[in-house]
């Protein structure tokens, strides 16, 4: 069992910055991809970013490719999503994810586990 906590969301304006956490509970962070899913109001959620569970491998949404960057921490097991030149689409609820696949992709279908999403609000 996973658990997901995210933290850092909040209010920002159209070219500033952000980085989410994700702390995660169990012994076995180390051997799951993790991921970041947002989902905008009136939209489906979609995949933004992953990273294999050595940290290896990393994919990202062409929406997002060149302005965020995941990385994470497998001793203080948790990953993170700095997001810069922020825009107003990027505005939704983001939610970190953690799958027992492989990764670097993943979708809503692999995804094992799912924190209970955090708040991000860019304004124009």
């Known amino acids: 069992q996973v658990q997901l906590v995210e933290s850092g969301g909040g209010l920002v304006q159209a070219g500033g910055s952000l980085r989410l956490s994700c702390a995660a509970s169990?012994?076995?962070?180390?051997?799951?991809?993790m991921g970041w899913f947002r989902q905008a109001p009136g939209k489906e959620r979609e995949f933004v970013s992953g990273?294999?569970?050595?940290?290896?491998?990393?994919y990202y949404a062409d929406s997002v490719k060149g302005r965020f960057t995941i990385s994470r921490d497998n001793a203080k097991n948790t990953v993170y999503l700095q997001m810069n030149s922020l825009k107003p689409e990027d505005t939704a609820v983001y939610y970190c994810?953690?799958?027992?696949?492989?990764?670097?992709?993943?979708?809503?279908?692999?995804?094992?586990?799912w924190g209970q999403g955090t708040q991000v609000t860019v304004s124009s």
């Open positions: 994810a953690a799958q027992r696949m492989s990764g670097p992709i993943m979708t809503r279908a692999t995804v094992d586990y």
């Open positions: 169990g012994r076995t962070f180390s051997r799951y991809a």
């Open positions: 990273i294999t569970w050595t940290g290896g491998s990393t």
